[in-house]
């Protein structure tokens, strides 16, 4: 193969791997970003603009403060997420962090990160987590997981952890975005403002109207 020939791979290689990466790669050792956009115009980049390196300090690498949640909710759950809103030192660094409590049957439900794929340790408890392959084959994948198991679940798929155990169960989940968004499914379904049409979910989920008007009421 010619030198141009692989010259040109070698491009269209990088090329694809910039064009798909889904966090921005940095460029210097760290971009520490700043809330205060007033002299940018109106200008919005993908991501949060950098401070000035020289009025970067260690605090800007810090969140002081991962203690439990409240699990004493509906779902029994708490997570607490620790991104770039949390620690603006994470700015283009493609990682966040979160903590999962669950009371006893506690449920973090089925939801999506539209960004990350996460990757859960369970120290205390035992969970059963899963989450579901895309269309159209839609797989389960599920496992039961005790103090020191590890998980992951692929960026974009339905996920969700259950507490099937007697005591209170804690996770750490690692996600690889600084900020990996979060869809939870009955919530924006039947909680979306404005509602979607009760009509478009009747025929989408093959139930009455009225079943739709319940849920839309309990979000």
Avoid: W
């Amino acid at each position: 193969m010619k030198a141009s020939h692989l010259g040109l791979i070698a491009f269209l290689a990088l090329a694809f791997s910039s064009a798909f990466a889904f966090d921005p790669s940095p460029l210097q050792d760290f971009c520490v970003a700043i809330n205060d956009t007033k002299t940018t115009d109106g200008v919005f980049v993908n991501g949060k603009f950098c401070k000035d390196p020289k009025l970067v300090n260690a605090n800007d690498f810090l969140f002081s403060g991962l203690k439990k949640g409240d699990t004493s909710g509906p779902l029994g759950s708490s997570v607490t997420v620790v991104d770039v809103t949390k620690i603006l030192g994470l700015n283009t660094l493609g990682i966040s962090l979160a903590r999962l409590d669950f009371a006893p049957k506690g449920l973090n439900p089925p939801h999506i990160h539209p960004r990350a794929t996460e990757i859960l340790v369970v120290l205390e408890g035992t969970l059963y987590v899963g989450f579901v392959t895309s269309n159209p084959d839609n797989r389960l994948f599920t496992k039961v997981l005790n103090k020191g198991d590890v998980f992951v679940f692929p960026i974009g798929l339905i996920h969700f952890q259950l507490n099937v155990g007697k005591t209170n169960a804690v996770a750490i989940s690692g996600l690889s975005s600084q900020n990996p968004g979060l869809i939870t499914i009955a919530k924006n379904v039947f909680g979306s403002n404005p509602p979607i049409s009760s009509e478009v979910l009747a025929k989408a989920f093959q139930v009455d109207a009225k079943i739709i008007n319940y849920l839309e009421k309990q979000f």
